[in-house]
């Protein structure tokens, strides 16, 4: 693995490291209360936590921990989410993955197609084995998108996150390298 970030590029996003000239794109994602209410985190309230939002998110890098990648449209230049392989346990050979998106680019595939790059850097290049991803029950968007992206179901983390003053369940899926490359085989063109 190089000391650089990876940069990534797809159709309609560039992906790149999160700077602190991403606070306020970052402030303005995470204070969305409606968006961030299936995060697992409570909504921002100040811009000091959008810098220290951009600067954990920058750190997993320099721990060596993960990734955050910054989601930025070719069209307009504008960080409209982020999407990361983080919590990256090299001896198992296992990450979580995450991600969250503007409220005004959902439904609009952005998410899918950042995570068809972000998957394959963590298969090809982090040498992982397997990956997990949590939702909340009620956040069908992010299962579908689970799902679409070949994750399978586990079961449910009873009571895993706190935020917004309560215990949250959390359905857990997991994608492993063979399930990602037999995917991949039957659809070389994703």
Known sequence: MSDLFPTMVTMR???????????????HIHSDA???QWYGVDALTQRSEGIRLAELFSGWFAAGTG????????????????????????????????YELARDCHGQG???????????????EMQLHRIQAEAHG???????????????????????????GQFHDLHCFSLLEDDWYAKRAANPAA
């Not at 990648?69 to 990361?84: M, N, Q, V």
């Not at 009620?138 to 917004?164: C, D």
Request: aromatic share 14%.
């Open 67 to 98: 990734f955050r990648w910054g989601l930025e449209r070719h069209e307009d230049g504008r960080l409209i989410g982020s999407c990361g392989l983080f919590r990256w346990n090299r001896s198992w050979r296992n990450c979580v993955t995450g």
């Open 34 to 36: 409606e968006t961030m």
């Open 110 to 124: 952005y998410m899918r197609e950042a995570l068809e790059v972000v998957l394959a850097y963590g298969f090809d």
């Open 138 to 164: 009620s956040n069908a968007a992010s299962i579908g998108l689970a799902q679409r992206m070949g994750f399978a179901f586990e079961g449910i983390h009873r009571e895993q996150g706190y935020w917004n």
């Open 13 to 27: 996003l560039k992906l790149r490291p999160i700077t602190l000239a991403d606070v306020d794109a970052l402030f």
